[in-house]
């Protein structure tokens, strides 16, 4: 079976995934593309082999040959595809986040809970990361016994102007979210965040950088660093300490030089250099699921988990409080 899938949004993630379906990925192949720049879509048509065009997100979700859905649009907009595409029952891949507001993300879950089965995967990659797998299945065997911290780092060489303060939390560090919810297996209960002093490379209209800390509902306290102006690449770190041991996310594997007094190794510059084979894998994982018809990825639960801890979180910005983070209890459906 070819899965032929249908592309809402045609910017710059949507398109490498076009450009990783057609060129890595086994079992699929891009049928439709849309966008609301009609001519991007029209690009990454051609780009895809010969996709076609449709008006808008509802007539692709409704087409014959499109199978299931990736939904790599703005933002605001997920939910309401995300609904189009339960509607109809067929598979949809969003990229995060998977709604901007907790209500939008309950809307997904009722829908999705009266279809009967789970159609929803949520684009957080780090779940397929090789070194994130390994700290999980190291986690969950008991290796470093009870975890009691997690400190966690996301930098960024430099953002563009338009990279407000909010997006720290909305953009970047909602990945570190759902990671240390995923490793630990725990939900997060409250939200904090201390804006030390900003460095002189930011934009004047942004706090950088931004130091979050987080409690879950076992008691696990983990800090988070989200700098996305440190110059000298990116550079992400997870740490995690128990009663037995500690766990630390490995860098990337990089040849070693030595010359002119100096042992050093590259740094990646930008997040596709750090993740590409986890999105590989990730897209790979959720083609084989819905060939198997049974979705198997972050779920629309982890999507609303993570709206209200950022949400939370982007409170405990503006406030400078400790905000508690409001949650529906979880549904069987998704245990």
Same mark, same amino acid.
């Given at each position: 079976?070819?899965?032929r899938?249908?592309?809402?949004g ?16 086994? /079992? &699929? +192949?891009?049928?439709?593309?849309? !966008?609301? =720049? *009609?001519? #991007? ?15 808008? /997100? &509802? +007539?692709?979700?409704?087409?014959? !040959?499109? =199978? *299931?859905? #990736? ?18 029952g ?34 957080f ?9 390994e ?43 759902d ?34 800390l987080?409690?879950?509902?076992g ?9 996305v ?12 300490v ?32 750090r993740?590409s ?7 790979q ?6 060939t198997a ?13 993570a ?8 409170e405990a ?19």
């Amino acid at each position: 079976m070819t899965v032929r899938i249908g592309v809402i949004g045609t910017g710059a993630i949507g398109r490498e995934h076009i450009e990783r379906i057609t060129g890595t990925i086994s /079992g &699929a +192949e891009i049928s439709v593309v849309t !966008d609301i =720049d *009609a001519a #991007l879509a029209e690009k990454a048509a051609a780009e895809a082999g010969g996709a076609r065009v449709a008006a808008d /997100g &509802a +007539e692709l979700i409704g087409a014959d !040959d499109v =199978d *299931a859905v #990736l939904v790599t649009s703005w933002g605001p907009t997920h939910a309401e595809h995300v609904l189009g595409a339960i509607a109809v029952g067929k598979p949809v891949f969003c990229e995060k986040p998977l709604a901007t507001t907790t209500e939008d993300c309950l809307r997904i879950m009722a829908a999705e809970q009266a279809h009967g089965r789970r159609l929803v995967q949520v684009g957080f990659m780090r779940r397929y990361d090789a070194g994130y797998r390994e700290l999980k299945r190291i986690i969950d065997d008991g290796g470093i016994g009870h975890p009691l911290l997690m400190h966690c780092a996301h930098r960024n060489r430099a953002v563009p102007e338009a990279y407000t303060t909010d997006m720290a939390v909305l953009d970047s560090g909602v990945h570190e979210i759902d990671a240390a919810r995923w490793l630990l297996s725990d939900e997060i209960v409250s939200t904090q965040v201390v804006l030390p002093r900003s460095t002189s490379r930011r934009h004047p209209h942004l706090n950088d950088p931004q130091f979050f800390l987080f409690e879950t509902a076992g008691g696990v306290r983990i800090d988070l660093e989200v700098f996305v102006n440190c110059q000298y690449g990116y550079d992400i770190q997870c740490e995690t300490v128990g009663e037995t041991g500690l766990i630390r996310l490995p860098d990337p594997a990089r040849v070693q030089l030595r010359g002119s007094a100096r042992i050093g190794t590259a740094i990646d510059q930008e997040w596709g250099d750090r993740f590409s084979a986890a999105f590989d894998t990730e897209i790979q994982a959720w083609v084989g699921s819905v060939t198997a018809g049974t979705a198997t990825g972050p779920s629309a639960w982890d999507g609303y988990a993570a709206t209200a801890v950022a949400t939370a979180t982007v409170e405990a910005q503006r406030t400078g409080a400790l905000v508690p983070v409001e949650m529906v209890e979880k549904p069987a459906f998704y245990a």
